[in-house]
């Protein structure tokens, strides 16, 4: 059933609006004029979606060229390209190309990680709760998961990481920043962490949202992974790049860790996908225009759960994590009645709800739903 209201009608309607187009900017304000000239409506069936962390400008149109013009191509198996794209991304981090692997995405090195776990019957300790790909592989291949709960300020705790270690654990998986409660955990005692953990376990470090974390005490454990077999690192061009359903994503480690994670990874990314992650990788200006529109809305998100009062977690990401005090699902339902899709409930946190970012000028429109059904 289609919700009343249309894009159109809100943009026309409401005084929120204007504020938000002047701080759209030029590309969102000429991508909200096209929406208002289509009448687009906003609905349950196509809501606006602040819900999977994705990239709501969508894929940098360098990159999307280069996607297409690589299709005259892809009928030819490019064996050189991969080694390419694993060049400059490598190059990029400083570190030799025999200590990058790449792939469909970085839950394919989530699924080897958490199979090679399960294989050998062993046990895989993560935060609770956490990005949960890994967990699910490392149970499905006969693994056991020990779930460590956030700490008090909702953050991982690496001292309660340090004691569900046992003689069983294989594995330890950290989220930085984490997802999904965007807290990041601080760069010195993570590096500490990982040299001491990686002598009982391999130590996956999963860095989706790398590029979103402005925190000084942020910071990536690439460098530690290139000298260290039992240090993983994971990155992805879904979040940034917008490249979830292209599907290219990477795994820093050892040369002898590589090497054993591309037996379960081999020429999974195509063509297209690796040509357009060359291009993107290369336009820092595209990804700072991604960041400066993340930032923007965060801030409208931020003033709304100020205005009501509300605790939420500053984020290092392209989501945030607040307090709703209701039940998790009747906002999501609620919300959704007026086309907007925030993030599923994530226990053990029934009333505290995840809200990724969308472009400002649409969430001005989910403030707006949210004070009128919530505030
Ligand atoms: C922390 C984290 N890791 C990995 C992924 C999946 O990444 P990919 O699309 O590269 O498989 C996600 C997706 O939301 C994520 O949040």
Partial sequence: MQNKITRRDWLVGSSAVAGGLMLAGAAGAQDMSSMMNAGMPISKEDPIRFTNNENPYGINPKAKKAMIEAHDKAHMYQFSTRRNMEKIVADMENVPVECIASGAGSTEFLMAAGAICGFTGGNLVAPYPTYNAITRYAKRFGGTVTPVPVNEDLAVSLDDLRSAVTAETTAIYICNPNNPIPTIVEKTSLTAFCLEMSKKAMVIID???????????????????????????????????????????????????????????????????????????????????????????????????????????????????????????????????????????????????????????????????????FG
């Avoid at 409208?300 to 039940?327: C, Q």
């Avoid at 505290?352 to 472009?359: E, F, G, L, M, N």
Wanted: aromatic share 14%; hydrophobic share 40%; charged share 25%.
């Fill in 207 to 373: 860095e989706a949202y790398f590029e979103y974390a402005t925190d000084d005490a942020y910071g990536s454990m690439i460098s530690l992974a290139k000298d260290n077999p039992n240090i993983l690192v994971l990155r992805t061009a879904s979040k940034i790049h917008a490249f979830a359903s292209i599907r290219v994503g990477f795994a820093f480690g050892h040369p002898d860790t590589i090497k054993s994670i591309r037996r379960f990874s081999s020429m999974t990314a195509s063509y297209p996908a690796m040509m357009g992650a060359i291009v993107s990788y290369q336009d820092p200006k595209y990804q700072k225009f991604i960041i400066d529109k993340n930032n923007e809305s965060m801030e409208i998100l931020y003033k709304m759960f100020e205005d009501l009062g509300r605790r939420y977690i500053k984020s290092n990401s392209n989501f945030t994590y607040f307090h709703a005090g209701h039940d998790a699902k009747v906002v999501y339902d609620k919300l959704l009645e007026s086309g907007c899709m925030v993030g599923r409930p994530y226990q053990p946190f029934a009333d505290w709800v995840r809200i990724s970012t969308a472009k400002p000028e649409e969430m001005k429109y989910l403030v707006e739903v949210y004070k009128r059904d």
